[in-house]
């Protein structure tokens, strides 16, 4: 599901930006399950900001351990994702979603929010793919994006530290397109 309408002719100083970090316990929506959310606003004229940040219990065994640490345990008395649905519509609401990797992102968000009976489609853009759209090269992991603009990265594959780390690229990004003469999404 992609709905950007209206998201061309928004400013991109303007807009405020809510990007989104998911870990799950897999790579197939449906099969596997969000097991933790970090939102991260990036509203103009502040500094970006850590806005929800939260463990889900999977409602199923944990897997991808290996990836991101957390295990049953940890998510044993966690709120399921339908627990935390109101909030994070709350979060997202009036901002344009990124992620650094939006596809992978907004389809467990499209299935999580169906699972749950919520009907929400926000514009959404994908952060992996401006740098090659900003010329700034090819696109690449949140790692080497980062550390080519000076943005520390801590603890990859921990929500909180992907989205902060994908909301201070966003910034920088932003600042380049500013710097080249792109004033809204469409440019």
């Given at each position: 599901?992609?709905?950007?309408?209206?998201?061309?002719d928004r400013n991109?100083?303007e807009?405020?930006?809510?990007?989104?970090?998911?870990?799950?316990?897999?790579?197939?929506?449906?099969?596997?399950?969000?097991?933790?959310?970090?939102?991260?606003r990036?509203?103009?004229?502040?500094?970006?900001r850590?806005?929800?940040?939260?463990?889900?219990?999977?409602?199923?065994?944990?897997s991808?351990t290996?990836?991101?640490?957390?295990?049953?345990?940890?998510?044993?008395?966690?709120?399921?994702?339908?627990d935390l649905?109101?909030?994070?519509?709350?979060?997202?609401?009036?901002?344009?979603?990124?992620?650094?990797?939006?596809?992978?992102?907004?389809?467990?968000l499209?299935?999580e929010?169906e699972?749950?009976?919520?009907?929400?489609?926000?514009?959404?853009f994908?952060?992996?793919?401006?740098k090659p759209?900003?010329?700034?090269?090819?696109?690449?992991k949140?790692?080497?994006?980062?550390r080519?603009?000076?943005?520390?990265?801590?603890?990859?594959h921990?929500?909180?530290?992907?989205?902060?780390a994908?909301?201070?690229?966003?910034?920088?990004?932003?600042?380049?397109?500013q710097?080249?003469?792109i004033?809204?999404?469409?440019?």
């Open positions: 599901m992609r709905n950007n309408s209206g998201i061309l991109l100083s807009s405020p930006i809510a990007v989104i970090d998911f870990e799950t316990t897999g790579l197939t929506p449906g099969v596997d399950r969000v097991v933790e959310i970090s939102v991260v990036v509203d103009p004229g502040e500094e970006p850590l806005v929800l940040d939260t463990l889900v219990n999977p409602m199923r065994r944990m991808a290996e990836i991101h640490g957390i295990t049953d345990a940890d998510v044993a008395n966690a709120p399921r994702f339908t649905v109101g909030v994070l519509i709350e979060v997202l609401h009036g901002c344009v979603l990124a992620a650094y990797n939006v596809y992978f992102d907004i389809k467990f499209n299935f929010l699972n749950a009976g919520v009907s929400y489609a926000p514009p959404h994908c952060l992996m793919y401006l759209m900003l010329g700034l090269g090819n696109r690449c949140l790692e080497e994006a980062c080519e603009q000076g943005i520390e990265l801590t603890g990859g921990i929500a909180a530290h992907d989205a902060l994908s909301g201070k690229l966003y910034r920088r990004y932003q600042q380049i397109a710097d080249k003469g004033k809204t999404f469409g440019d």
